[in-house]
């Protein structure tokens, strides 16, 4: 196993995919989804969260980074798929779905994959698998896009997201198994060599790289889908090329009148997997839908319904539905109906069968009244219809009818059911499968064929002991051996419809239904609803299960020689509840299985009654259980005193009378039946009955005698019942015939179906009557005169009831009279050829009959003027219009023409679809001829404009001054006998530059760095922005791809630079835009001039010089700042600076001069400050000291002297 982790992208934009993830995500359950284009991956749902969890809104959002990896899934180092480990923010808990399509930049490869699961808050992955072989296929390489969108479960769009993948090479994932490689040829297959295709086949191509099973589906249609077909085969290819052949059945083109060419759209397979390996399409020949072989017959609707009562009693016993089918074959053909209401309560299937010859005919399908009237479902009900060839499997048709607004009250309820009286069982049957001879002699034997509806002919044999009931289905239908044949008995214990635990049981023997164990014992579960398996095989061990078996078996019976099927049942009557002299409620059948089935075929039969499905518990019949001893096995007599066997009854009802008795337990009732119809009861004491003949023919009526012990005994009539009187119509002369002679047969057709016919009695214009024989069918009058006459026949039957008919016509020997007025004589474009003419006769007319080149004619009404000839070919041809009269006189006119129907053959070469101009003059060029009567002239046509005519011989068509959009451009060639063709392209006009503007930076822009961003906004409303060129002082262009709105230069230069764009659209239209900006990237320089550092000031003031200086951008301003105190912000040109008030000490000034790019530069300088007047560096310096020194020198030396001269003593005087 392979696998290599990838890195997150950023958010970008979703292009396509959220309209396709709702409809997946709507169409599955909350289940992990991950079938697009690959299959199902399981996903890992985080502990504590139930996968069927309903959460009533989840929230939560994209989280990035998302990650990627390749999954190497056969070891054979290649990746299968390509992970998308979608990271997730879940704010609310709830069932998520993140759908994501993958694509490259142009959208030529694009996957659609979702993933689902329940999380609860916080963060979370989903892991998006997608099919690595459409990457190998599509040979692109990576990084790939994945947009991505998250769904919470009630649909509500949470988050979009977009991921991009590692730089996968296409080369690094498995192949596609197989590929299709059109084109794809199509013939047609006459496979019963009478001239026309039997199939259309089409030869799928296909490139192999793994040998296997490969299936191709094909969909066949025409451009308005009036004709569609599907077919689908399948074949072993070896690696290489290879094709699949796809046959479809020629009768349903026939049918459809449409000429090809065809559209069949294909999808290819992989067999065992069913993996989807590509889809193509391809065209057909031209073929003509005459070309193709008619299907035998075809529906042709409306159908009609009609209920049909049997019994006479004003309630319908079927709804017949009366199929219309055309047949082209003449064969026996079988329809299958599924009568249903539109909540499908109510469901019946029927089927009918009819020969049918050559033309219009019906095939009558009767659904059984019973069952609507039991659903109590009102119509009008859906009757979906299926065609086929008696014996065949092969579809014709469908059709779906709607019946009238029956109600369900208009139908008669099902028959009552004779209950199953249970016989006593003298020998105890071996429950081994195996119905021996002896064995089951003395049980109660229902023919289970006799029921309407059932198909597997069977039957149920009965019979009890005082503890066990002993019960086998002999199906003598079922002569093939089938692990899924079955059997299987139900029983209302409490026999009062109501289902309910312990009271109802249901076996079942065999292997159909998922019958478990292949023996299986059910009880109603009221908990549930429903049944469920008590024990499979029976347990012994559970309460009053002890003799409890079932076995089924495949050999003769004393029914059949043959091999066939037979099941046997040993039933205690402990656990049914029940015992001697009880009633059980039973149904021949159960929840998993018909009563009996023969899987194979799909026969099955029932009792009491056929359904489709298990009836329901009120629908069960009565089982009786035989008392213990036996009691009264003697069947009582009965006689039919009249009336006599072969009497005719010339009404619809039949009276009887008849003599019973019983030595037992005595007579208990009658059941009386007509023709096996649905019995009426009558009480012991009556002795006669009237019952309604709903039919004239022979009819059979039984009585049967029932004692108190359930034994019977039958006796039957056969009457002829005849109502009707006979059927009789004259069939020449017609009615209303005008004849050219007065000598006139009168011939007639005559029946009676049930007592035959007696005579004739013949006479002409109330003359004398002539007496004809039953078996005489005309009689010729001689001489009659011109003018009307009148011949009027009845006929008697031999039940006494007469029918008569008269018959008027004309005597008449003058001709019509015929005149052909189109077409005339000469040239002809079309192979369906408008014949008109007028004709008359001074007694009418009887038809016109018109014939081609001297084949079989068309008859016509008498009123006919006209009539198109279709499909005439080529070349010259004799057409003939004959009028007859009434009579049977004709006259005829003919013309000569000549028919030219093919259309020439055109192409255009240039330009291609989807070609995009970017001028507005668009040359169109084509070739083309016409083999029989040549090029004519041509039309040129710009979007369904106005036709240019160009003349014969011109190939080429320059469309001038043509707006910017899509167009179409249109060729009609015409040829001499005005016959077309029509060849169009579609192209692209773009004259029209995009728009293009520069959205940063402005114009005279200034960056600090040498890096410069250039950002812009682009479009072009036609052929859209193919890509985009950057270019910065006029250098070499980098191209830059469409969708791209950004571009940096970096390592640009100090200066003033140009940056310029020019947008390309796909038409190679050209936008240049461009914004002059400057860049600085480096500092000013400055240099403190004075004080020079170190220097001592005898001042608090002082100033500050420099210099500075800026190449590029300029100075902007220029910061001092003292001793680290505020910042003094003097203008770009100052470069000194007054300081006053410094006090005596050391001070640091800093000059910092910032450019107009934001860079700056700082210089600082030291200084000391001292003003004392005796300090030597003060403002007087030494000389300061110095006199200080002298003044106190001087005046110590003047106060001495005064000393001195205040001491000294006065001279005397």
Same mark, same amino acid.
């Given at each position: 196993?392979?696998?290599?982790?990838?890195?997150?992208?950023?958010?970008?934009?979703?292009?396509?995919?959220?309209?396709?993830?709702?409809?997946?995500?709507?169409?599955?359950?909350?289940?992990?989804?991950?079938?697009?284009?690959?299959?199902?991956?399981?996903?890992?749902?985080?502990?504590?969260?139930?996968?069927?969890?309903?959460?009533?809104?989840?929230?939560?959002?994209?989280?990035?980074?998302?990650?990627?990896?390749?999954?190497?899934?056969?070891?054979?180092?290649?990746?299968?798929?390509?992970?998308?480990?979608?990271?997730?923010?879940?704010?609310?808990?709830?069932?998520?779905?993140?759908?994501?399509?993958?694509?490259?930049?142009?959208?030529?490869?694009?996957?659609?994959?979702?993933?689902?699961?329940?999380?609860?808050?916080?963060?979370?992955?989903?892991?998006?698998?997608?099919?690595?072989?459409?990457?190998?296929?599509?040979?692109?390489?990576?990084?790939?896009?994945?947009?991505?969108?998250?769904?919470?479960?009630?649909?509500?769009?949470?988050?979009?997201?977009?991921?991009?993948?590692?730089?996968?090479?296409?080369?690094?994932?498995?192949?596609?198994?197989?590929?299709?490689?059109?084109?794809?040829?199509?013939?047609?297959?006459? *496979?019963?060599?009478?001239?026309?295709?039997?199939?259309?086949?089409?030869?799928?191509?296909?490139?192999?790289?793994?040998?296997?099973?490969?299936?191709?589906?094909?969909?066949?249609?025409?451009?308005?889908?009036?004709?569609?077909?599907?077919?689908?085969?399948?074949?072993?290819?070896?690696?290489?090329?290879?094709?699949?052949?796809?046959?479809?059945?020629?009768?349903?083109?026939?049918?459809?009148?449409?000429?090809?060419?065809?559209?069949?759209?294909?999808?290819?397979?992989?067999?065992?997997?069913?993996?989807?390996?590509?889809?193509?399409?391809?065209?057909?020949?031209?073929?003509?839908?005459?070309?193709?072989?008619?299907?035998?017959?075809?529906?042709?609707?409306?159908?009609?319904?009609?209920?049909?009562?049997?019994?006479?009693?004003?309630?319908?016993?079927?709804?017949? &539905?009366?199929?219309?089918?055309?047949?082209?074959?003449?064969?026996?053909?079988?329809?299958?109906?599924?009568?249903?209401?539109?909540?499908?309560?109510?469901?019946?299937?029927?089927?009918?069968?009819?020969?049918?010859?050559?033309?219009?005919?019906?095939?009558?399908?009767?659904?059984?009244?019973?069952?609507?009237?039991?659903?109590?479902?009102?119509?009008?009900?859906?009757?979906?219809?299926?065609?086929?060839?008696?014996?065949?499997?092969?579809?014709?048709?469908?059709?779906?009818?709607?019946?009238?607004?029956?109600?369900?009250?208009?139908?008669?309820?099902?028959?009552?059911?004779?209950?199953?009286?249970?016989?006593?069982?003298?020998?105890?049957?071996?429950?081994?499968?195996?119905?021996?001879?002896?064995?089951?002699?003395?049980?109660?034997?229902?023919?289970?064929?006799?029921?309407? #509806?059932?198909?597997?002919?069977?039957?149920?044999?009965?019979?009890?002991?005082?503890?066990?009931?002993?019960?086998?289905?002999?199906?003598?239908?079922?002569?093939?051996?089938?692990?899924?044949?079955?059997?299987?008995?139900?029983?209302?214990?409490?026999?009062?419809?109501?289902?309910?635990?312990?009271?109802?049981?249901?076996?079942?023997?065999?292997?159909? #239904?998922?019958?478990?164990?292949?023996?299986?014992?059910?009880?109603?579960?009221?908990?549930?609803?429903?049944?469920?398996?008590?024990?499979?095989?029976?347990?012994?061990?559970?309460?009053?299960?002890?003799?409890?078996?079932?076995?089924?078996?495949?050999?003769?019976?004393?029914?059949?020689?043959?091999?066939?099927?037979?099941?046997?049942?040993?039933?205690?009557?402990?656990?049914?509840?029940?015992?001697?002299?009880?009633?059980?409620?039973?149904?021949?059948?159960?929840?998993?299985?018909?009563?009996?089935?023969?899987?194979?075929?799909?026969?099955?039969?029932?009792?009491?009654?056929?359904?489709?499905?298990?009836?329901?518990?009120?629908?069960?019949?009565?089982?009786?259980?035989?008392?213990?001893?036996?009691?009264?096995?003697?069947?009582?007599?009965?006689?039919?005193?009249?009336?006599?066997?072969?009497?005719?009854?010339?009404?619809?009802?039949?009276?009887?009378?008849?003599?019973?008795?019983?030595?037992?337990?005595?007579?208990?009732?009658?059941?009386?039946?007509?023709?096996?119809?649905?019995?009426?009861?009558?009480?012991?004491?009556?002795?006669?009955?009237?019952?309604?003949?709903?039919?004239?023919?022979?009819?059979?009526?039984?009585? *049967?005698?029932?004692?108190?012990?359930?034994?019977?005994?039958?006796?039957?009539?056969?009457?002829?019942?005849?109502?009707?009187?006979?059927?009789?119509?004259?069939?020449?002369?017609?009615?209303?015939?005008?004849?050219?002679?007065?000598?006139?047969?009168?011939?007639?057709?005559?029946?009676?179906?049930?007592?035959?016919?007696?005579?004739?009695?013949?006479?002409?214009?109330?003359?004398?009557?002539?007496?004809?024989?039953?078996?005489?069918?005309?009689?010729?009058?001689?001489?009659?005169?011109?003018?009307?006459?009148?011949?009027?026949?009845?006929?008697?039957?031999?039940?006494?009831?007469?029918?008569?008919?008269?018959?008027?016509?004309?005597?008449?020997?003058?001709?019509?009279?015929?005149?052909?007025?189109?077409?005339?004589?000469?040239?002809?474009?079309?192979?369906?050829?408008?014949?008109?003419?007028?004709?008359?006769?001074?007694?009418?007319?009887?038809?016109?009959?018109?014939?081609?080149?001297?084949?079989?004619?068309?008859?016509?009404?008498?009123?006919? *003027? /006209?009539?198109?000839?279709?499909?005439?070919?080529?070349?010259?041809?004799?057409?003939? &219009?004959?009028?007859?009269?009434?009579?049977?006189?004709?006259?005829?006119? /003919?013309?000569?023409?000549?028919?030219?129907?093919?259309?020439?053959?055109?192409?255009?070469?240039?330009?291609?679809?989807?070609?995009?101009?970017?001028?507005?003059?668009?040359?169109?060029?084509?070739?083309?001829?016409?083999?029989? /009567?040549?090029?004519?002239?041509?039309?040129?046509?710009?979007?369904?404009?106005?036709?240019?005519?160009?003349?014969?011989?011109?190939?080429?068509?320059?469309?001038?001054?043509?707006?910017?959009?899509?167009?179409?451009?249109?060729?009609?060639?015409?040829?001499?006998?005005?016959?077309?063709?029509?060849?169009? &392209?579609?192209?692209?006009?773009?004259?029209?530059?995009?728009?293009?503007?520069?959205?940063?930076?402005?114009?005279?822009?200034?960056?600090?760095?040498?890096?410069?961003?250039?950002?812009?906004?682009?479009?072009?409303?036609?052929?859209?922005?193919?890509?985009?060129?950057?270019?910065?002082?006029?250098?070499?262009?980098?191209?830059?791809?469409?969708?791209?709105?950004?571009?940096?230069?970096? #390592?640009?230069?100090?200066?003033?630079?140009?940056?310029?764009?020019?947008?390309?659209?796909?038409?190679?239209?050209?936008?240049?835009?461009?914004?002059?900006?400057?860049?600085?990237?480096?500092?000013?320089?400055?240099?403190?001039?004075?004080?020079?550092?170190?220097?001592?000031?005898?001042?608090?003031?002082?100033?500050?010089?420099?210099?500075?200086?800026?190449?590029?951008?300029?100075?902007?301003?220029?910061?001092?700042?003292?001793?680290?105190?505020?910042?003094?912000?003097?203008?770009?040109?100052?470069?000194?600076?007054?300081?006053?008030?410094?006090?005596?000490?050391?001070?640091?000034?800093?000059?910092?001069?910032?450019?107009?790019?934001?860079? /700056?530069?700082?210089?600082?300088?030291?200084?000391?400050?001292?003003?004392?007047?005796?300090?030597?560096?003060?403002?007087?310096?030494?000389?300061?000291?110095?006199?200080?020194?002298?003044?106190?020198?001087?005046?110590?030396?003047?106060?001495?002297?005064?000393?001195?001269?205040?001491?000294?003593?006065?001279?005397?005087?």
């Amino acid at each position: 196993m392979r696998v290599v982790e990838g890195r997150s992208g950023s958010r970008l934009r979703v292009w396509i995919g959220v309209l396709v993830t709702v409809l997946m995500v709507a169409a599955f359950t909350p289940a992990v989804l991950s079938r697009s284009t690959m299959s199902a991956k399981s996903q890992t749902i985080p502990a504590g969260v139930s996968s069927k969890a309903v959460v009533l809104a989840g929230a939560g959002h994209f989280a990035p980074p998302h990650s990627d990896s390749g999954y190497d899934a056969n070891g054979n180092g290649l990746f299968d798929f390509l992970l998308v480990n979608a990271s997730v923010q879940i704010t609310a808990p709830g069932n998520f779905t993140v759908s994501g399509t993958l694509h490259d930049a142009n959208n030529t490869l694009q996957i659609y994959n979702l993933t689902s699961a329940g999380l609860p808050a916080g963060p979370a992955n989903l892991t998006i698998w997608f099919d690595g072989r459409p990457i190998n296929q599509s040979g692109i390489d990576g990084p790939y896009t994945v947009d991505l969108v998250l769904f919470n479960e009630n649909f509500s769009l949470l988050d979009f997201g977009t991921h991009t993948t590692q730089p996968y090479s296409h080369l690094d994932f498995d192949p596609v198994p197989a590929f299709m490689t059109p084109p794809h040829p199509d013939s047609g297959q006459d *496979t019963n060599a009478n001239g026309l295709f039997d199939l259309l086949n089409v030869d799928v191509q296909v490139q192999v790289n793994v040998p296997a099973n490969y299936s191709a589906s094909a969909f066949l249609h025409d451009a308005s889908f009036t004709l569609t077909l599907f077919t689908f085969a399948s074949v072993f290819l070896p690696i290489g090329p290879g094709s699949i052949r796809v046959s479809f059945p020629g009768g349903p083109i026939n049918q459809s009148g449409i000429d090809g060419p065809y559209t069949v759209e294909l999808q290819l397979y992989e067999s065992a997997t069913g993996l989807p390996l590509g889809t193509n399409t391809t065209t057909t020949q031209a073929y003509s839908h005459l070309a193709f072989d008619p299907i035998p017959a075809f529906m042709t609707p409306p159908h009609s319904d009609s209920g049909l009562d049997t019994n006479g009693n004003g309630l319908f016993d079927f709804l017949n &539905v009366d199929v219309q089918v055309h047949a082209n074959l003449a064969e026996n053909y079988t329809v299958n109906g599924f009568l249903h209401d539109a909540n499908f309560t109510l469901t019946e299937f029927a089927s009918g069968s009819a020969f049918l010859p050559i033309g219009p005919g019906s095939v009558p399908v009767s659904f059984p009244g019973g069952p609507i009237n039991q659903s109590g479902v009102d119509g009008p009900y859906t009757v979906e219809l299926q065609l086929s060839e008696a014996g065949s499997s092969v579809v014709l048709g469908m059709n779906t009818t709607t019946t009238q607004a029956y109600s369900h009250l208009a139908f008669d309820g099902p028959a009552p059911v004779t209950p199953i009286q249970s016989s006593p069982a003298v020998t105890t049957p071996t429950i081994d499968g195996m119905i021996t001879s002896g064995e089951w002699n003395d049980s109660t034997l229902v023919n289970l064929t006799a029921i309407s #509806g059932n198909t597997l002919p069977a039957y149920l044999l009965v019979k009890n002991s005082p503890t066990m009931l002993y019960m086998a289905y002999d199906a003598v239908g079922d002569t093939s051996l089938s692990s899924n044949d079955a059997a299987a008995l139900s029983f209302d214990t409490g026999n009062d419809a109501v289902p309910s635990n312990g009271h109802e049981d249901q076996f079942v023997q065999g292997g159909f #239904g998922g019958n478990p164990s292949d023996q299986s014992h059910w009880v109603y579960n009221s908990s549930l609803g429903f049944w469920s398996v008590e024990d499979a095989p029976y347990n012994p061990g559970l309460p009053n299960h002890t003799g409890l078996a079932s076995a089924w078996g495949y050999g003769s019976s004393p029914a059949l020689g043959a091999n066939h099927r037979m099941y046997e049942f040993a039933i205690p009557l402990a656990l049914l509840g029940s015992g001697p002299n009880q009633t059980l409620g039973f149904f021949g059948g159960a929840q998993q299985s018909p009563g009996v089935v023969d899987t194979p075929t799909f026969r099955y039969s029932l009792w009491p009654i056929f359904a489709g499905g298990p009836i329901p518990l009120g629908s069960y019949g009565d089982l009786i259980v035989a008392g213990a001893g036996g009691g009264d096995t003697t069947p009582p007599t009965i006689a039919i005193n009249s009336p006599a066997s072969g009497a005719i009854i010339p009404v619809n009802s039949i009276t009887l009378n008849w003599s019973a008795s019983d030595t037992g337990t005595g007579l208990d009732h009658f059941e009386l039946s007509l023709d096996g119809g649905t019995p009426i009861r009558l009480d012991a004491n009556v002795s006669g009955y009237t019952v309604s003949a709903p039919s004239d023919g022979n009819h059979t009526v039984q009585v *049967t005698a029932f004692d108190g012990a359930n034994n019977s005994a039958a006796a039957s009539v056969t009457v002829t019942v005849d109502t009707t009187p006979p059927v009789l119509s004259i069939i020449y002369p017609v009615a209303g015939a005008v004849l050219a002679t007065g000598t006139v047969t009168v011939a007639w057709a005559a029946s009676d179906a049930t007592s035959g016919l007696d005579h004739f009695e013949l006479s002409l214009d109330g003359g004398a009557v002539t007496v004809l024989g039953p078996t005489e069918g005309n009689h010729t009058f001689a001489g009659l005169s011109q003018g009307s006459h009148t011949a009027t026949l009845v006929a008697f039957d031999l039940a006494g009831h007469t029918t008569a008919v008269a018959r008027s016509f004309t005597v008449d020997t003058i001709a019509p009279s015929i005149t052909l007025s189109a077409p005339a004589a000469g040239y002809l474009s079309t192979g369906n050829v408008v014949v008109t003419w007028t004709a008359s006769d001074n007694n009418g007319l009887a038809r016109i009959e018109v014939s081609l080149d001297g084949g079989a004619p068309i008859a016509l009404g008498a009123s006919a *003027t /006209s009539t198109t000839l279709t499909g005439v070919s080529d070349g010259p041809h004799t057409i003939r &219009v004959q009028a007859f009269d009434l009579a049977g006189s004709s006259a005829s006119d /003919s013309v000569v023409v000549t028919v030219d129907t093919t259309a020439p053959t055109a192409s255009l070469t240039a330009p291609t679809s989807g070609q995009l101009f970017g001028t507005s003059s668009v040359q169109l060029t084509w070739t083309a001829s016409d083999a029989t /009567s040549g090029i004519d002239h041509f039309e040129v046509r710009l979007d369904g404009g106005t036709p240019i005519n160009e003349p014969a011989g011109t190939a080429t068509y320059t469309f001038t001054g043509v707006s910017d959009g899509s167009h179409t451009l249109a060729l009609r060639a015409f040829d001499g006998a005005g016959n077309t063709i029509l060849a169009s &392209v579609a192209v692209t006009v773009d004259t029209t530059v995009p728009i293009a503007s520069l959205t940063t930076p402005a114009s005279g822009h200034l960056f600090g760095t040498s890096s410069v961003q250039l950002t812009w906004t682009a479009s072009d409303a036609t052929s859209g922005i193919d890509h985009f060129e950057v270019r910065l002082d006029g250098g070499t262009p980098v191209t830059v791809a469409a969708g791209t709105a950004t571009y940096t230069f970096t #390592g640009v230069s100090d200066g003033t630079h140009t940056l310029a764009l020019k947008a390309f659209d796909r038409a190679g239209n050209t936008v240049l835009v461009s914004v002059a900006v400057s860049v600085d990237a480096t500092a000013p320089t400055v240099s403190i001039v004075g004080p020079a550092s170190g220097a001592v000031i005898p001042s608090s003031a002082s100033t500050v010089t420099w210099t500075a200086g800026d190449a590029t951008s300029g100075i902007d301003h220029v910061e001092i700042r003292v001793d680290g105190g505020t910042a003094q912000t003097l203008s770009a040109g100052a470069t000194t600076y007054a300081l006053n008030g410094l006090s005596d000490g050391t001070h640091t000034v800093n000059v910092t001069v910032v450019d107009k790019a934001g860079h /700056s530069s700082s210089k600082s300088v030291s200084f000391r400050v001292d003003t004392s007047f005796v300090s030597p560096s003060g403002p007087y310096g030494i000389v300061g000291l110095t006199s200080i020194i002298v003044l106190v020198v001087v005046a110590l030396l003047a106060v001495l002297l005064i000393i001195r001269r205040r001491r000294r003593p006065r001279a005397p005087t």
